[in-house]
């Protein structure tokens, strides 16, 4: 069967409850260098890559830092927090095999590929996905429109046929520019601040494959 329609999925708090996991492998970090990160900064921080957020922070407070090697500890916690405590979002796999027959699936992440084999290779969370846009396939990560318009491209549907679901205004701007339609939910920010979306929801319990459908007419 010919699928119309897109879904292209973020996977940091959209598909599985990790959110938590990188804030702490990354204020593991922080500590380290006796860095205090404000709490806009995380703000900047969602939806980035690492080596955009530790650049960001050597920038900002003027720290002494070695990027790479902050990433490569980094990365180190951040695999023990996985293998630990990385679990799907409550409802999403049920509302992700709803989808399948209409909507054409991938996964668009600014995590990258190493990090996304090992993370389907090493922790309890099953690759149930068609497949993944990550930074190593684009040269602009989010907020720029490119990931997903190489994930519309990827899965052969327009992008205007396409529902995003993103946690981050990073996500929903990248969503939004692309020219997809965005849902926002709330499983990293409240509200107020992923307000740039076109419908905002606090569970999958919200979501069907016919509400993604009125969402793009």
């Not at 701007?173 to 509200?191: H, M, Y």
Request: proline share 5%; charged share 30%.
């Amino acid at each position: 069967m010919n699928k119309k329609y897109g879904l292209l999925l973020d996977f940091d708090g959209v598909v599985v409850d990790s959110e938590p996991l990188y804030e702490t492998a990354m204020n593991i970090q922080f500590k380290k260098y006796g860095i205090k990160v404000k709490p806009e900064d995380w703000l900047f921080f969602k939806g980035k890559d690492a080596k955009a957020v530790f650049s960001y922070i050597r920038d900002k407070y003027d720290a002494q830092v070695d990027i790479d090697a902050m990433r490569k500890q980094y990365s180190i916690d951040l695999y023990n927090e996985f293998k630990k405590n990385m679990r799907f979002i409550p409802g999403f796999v049920e509302f992700y095999y709803s989808c399948l027959d209409e909507f054409a699936d991938l996964i668009v992440t600014s995590t990258s590929r190493e990090v996304m084999d090992w993370t389907f290779e090493n922790v309890p969370v099953d690759n149930i996905f068609s497949g993944m846009i990550t930074s190593n396939e684009v040269n602009n990560t989010k907020p720029h429109p490119e990931p997903y318009l190489k994930g519309a491209e990827q899965i052969g549907i327009p992008i205007e046929n396409c529902i995003v679901i993103e946690d981050s205004v990073n996500g929903i701007r990248s969503g939004k520019a692309s020219g997809a339609k965005v849902i926002g939910i709330t499983t990293t920010f409240p509200r107020e601040v992923i307000k740039e979306a076109d419908l905002i929801v606090d569970s999958y319990d919200e979501l069907s494959p016919q509400i993604l459908k009125d969402l793009l007419l």
